[in-house]
């Protein structure tokens, strides 16, 4: 079993930045695929942008050119840099981890876009 722990949400002003932070409970993360996910409020959970073992990464258009993800396996934690943040960026975000049909959640951080 695996935790994962976000943070780094919070309330920004347009064309501001965050850093989230996806940290996991065991250095095992580090073969997993991690992937930062997003839901607003009557909407369906999407995908921004993820990364492989092998640091692969790949983001949704709405975010390519502003959002950069990366990992400190020594830290098993995984990053997405937000810059050029925009209202439509507000949202729930959850890190997902997975391998081999093992996938796991963390509880979610809140990132809000307004002025």
């Known amino acids: 079993q695996m935790q994962l722990v976000e943070s780094g949400g919070g309330l920004v002003q347009p064309g501001g930045s965050l850093r989230l932070s996806c940290a996991a409970s065991?250095?095992?993360?580090?073969?997993?695929?991690v992937g930062w996910y997003r839901q607003a409020p009557g909407k369906q959970r999407e995908l921004v942008a993820s990364?492989?073992?092998?640091?692969?990464?790949n983001y949704s258009d709405s975010v390519k050119g502003r959002f950069t993800i990366s990992r400190e396996n020594a830290k098993s934690t995984v990053y997405l840099q937000m810059n050029s943040l925009k209202p439509e960026d507000t949202a729930e975000y959850y890190c997902?981890?997975?391998?081999?049909?093992?996938?796991?959640w963390g509880q979610g951080t809140q990132v809000t876009v307004s002025s």
């Open positions: 997902n981890a997975y391998y081999r049909g093992y996938t796991y």
């Open positions: 990364i492989t073992s092998t640091a692969v990464t």
């Open positions: 065991t250095s095992l993360f580090t073969i997993y695929t």
